[in-house]
T-cell receptor
């Protein structure tokens, strides 16, 4: 199994809603990532988990709350989002941890397209 | 700041043409450079380059790294409509003891039948 699975594929939410994005991988990877991608822009790193611990937070606003319940799962909890948070949210995983990632490949999921009204 | 700059930003060619996409980067603590193809959603991995002057090849796609001049190119020969996509170049950069994969702006390639 060489897939990263993300759910839901599409999500529409109001600014007062609470929702979650989910990501799952069964490749035995120990690092998992959240990227945000706006239209016609490259993916931008948000968070990295290494062995289920948060190792990189790219100064992301607290209305985005990541969680890594186990080595296969990664969640992104969303609360009080703004319309400018509308984007494609990509999850990825890799074998190596951020301390030793320099020659590793990220495998991406298909993304969750979020629209905030 | 460790930037990754790609050119051209967009490219439109006819089916059967050969294209060359460019990626330049800054030098600090270079580990590897990766190429991805992104169609609708998930970026899919194409190549990882760590050594200068060694060409990586997969079918009609090939890529090479020049560590002295700090750039990489991605070549696609005999292009097909299925090659239409955004091609992303990325490199690993240091981030306070951790490393993160940073992407360039991408090149949007359109193949006209």
């Amino acid at each position: 199994d060489t897939e990263v699975t993300q759910t839901p594929k599409h999500l529409v939410m109001g600014m007062t809603n609470k929702k979650s994005l989910k990501c799952e991988q069964h490749m035995g990877h120990r690092a998992m990532y959240w990227y945000k991608q706006k239209a016609k822009k490259p993916p931008e790193l948000m968070f990295v988990y290494s062995y289920e611990k948060l190792s990189i937070n790219e100064s992301v606003p607290s209305r985005f709350s990541p969680e890594c319940p186990n080595s296969s799962l990664l969640n992104l909890h969303l609360h009080a989002l703004q319309p400018e948070d509308s984007a494609l949210y990509l999850c990825a995983s890799s074998q190596a941890t951020p301390q030793n990632s320099g020659a590793n490949v990220l495998t991406f999921g298909a993304g969750s397209r979020l629209t905030v009204l | 700041e460790d930037k990754v700059v790609q050119s051209p930003l967009s490219l439109v060619v006819h089916e059967g043409d050969t294209v060359t996409l460019n990626c330049s980067y800054e030098v600090t603590n270079f580990r590897s450079l990766l190429w991805y193809k992104q169609e609708k959603k998930a970026p899919t991995f194409l190549f990882m380059l760590t050594s200068s002057g060694i060409e990586k090849k997969s079918g009609r796609l090939s890529s090479i790294l020049d560590k002295k001049e700090l750039f990489s190119i991605l070549n696609i020969t005999a292009t097909q409509t299925g090659d239409s996509a955004v091609y992303l170049c990325a490199r690993w950069v240091s981030n306070f003891g951790n490393e993160k994969l940073t992407f360039g702006t991408g090149t949007r390639l359109t193949i006209i039948p």
